[in-house]
């Protein structure tokens, strides 16, 4: 082991949002990143929609995002309460749960929908999830859509600060613990809880880009003063060590992945490298080549 071998990463800077929208009339969502503003910096990751903690009243209704198209880019969608319904044009679908995470990459694209599942909206209750957008190398942009319904159980969780953290490993490897999801690009991404007090040296890969995302309650990372909800902090890729101390009990997601050094040029829900390949995609929707639902 070589001296640098377990420098810290530095931080590069973090930033709370405060920006609140609908996505629909079910995702009540402060985005946390989007490729528009820190693009090369987080590659390959392009943005994150925290939806929630919020409750809703119970109804028959339909609530969230009616039939849309993607291209380009891979949705992962984490729930951790209540419940979300996806249909495709792919033919894909399903209903996922708390602990439940859908990876869907759109790729060459599709139609779908995004809706609260039927039996939680007919119950209510409280609702809480995270949508993050990973990007495509541009050898995969149009490769066969694919869908990913990973349920909670496969998902495999690591203790770590004696028992006072845990880390659900959804994507890459922590600790010899792999996670189910099959990536394009090497990344992981850990769903990480935290007790008040917990610390954990996380190890990431020298040349990463690497993430935090503070989803609730607030930590201290790499010495940082404290991190609150809706915080993203982006570190160095030189180096390796991240240590997170929880200043409170917290819910925090690592994201940490080679970078795709390519150009990013995005529209609504495209994200390809080129102006022309947008254009592309607009057409290519209208005349339904993405399928429809
Ligand atoms: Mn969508």
Known sequence: MTATS??????????????????GDGF????????????????????????????????????????????GFETVTIVYEGEVEHRDSAGAGGTIGPGDVQWMTAASGLVHEEFHGREFAKRGGAFEMAQLWVNLPARAKMSTPRYQGITSARIPRVALAGGRAEARVIAGELDGAKGPAETVTPMHVWDVRMSAGAEHAFQLPEGFTSALVVLRGSVRANDSEPLRRDTLALFERAGTELRIVAAEDACVLLLCGEPIEEPIVGQGPFVMNTGPEIHQAIVDYQNGKMGRL
Do not use: C, I, N
Not at 7 to 20: H, I, N, Q, V
Not at 39 to 62: I, K, M, N, V, W
């Open 6 to 23: 377990r420098a810290p990463k530095a931080l590069t800077g973090f930033r709370t949002s405060e920006d609140f929208h609908w996505v």
């Open 28 to 71: 009540p969502v402060r985005t946390l990143f989007a490729y528009d503003e820190l693009g090369a910096e987080l590659s390959p990751f392009l943005l994150l929609d925290h939806a929630g903690p919020t409750t809703f009243a119970p109804t028959t209704q339909r609530l969230g995002v009616g039939p849309h198209p993607h291209r």
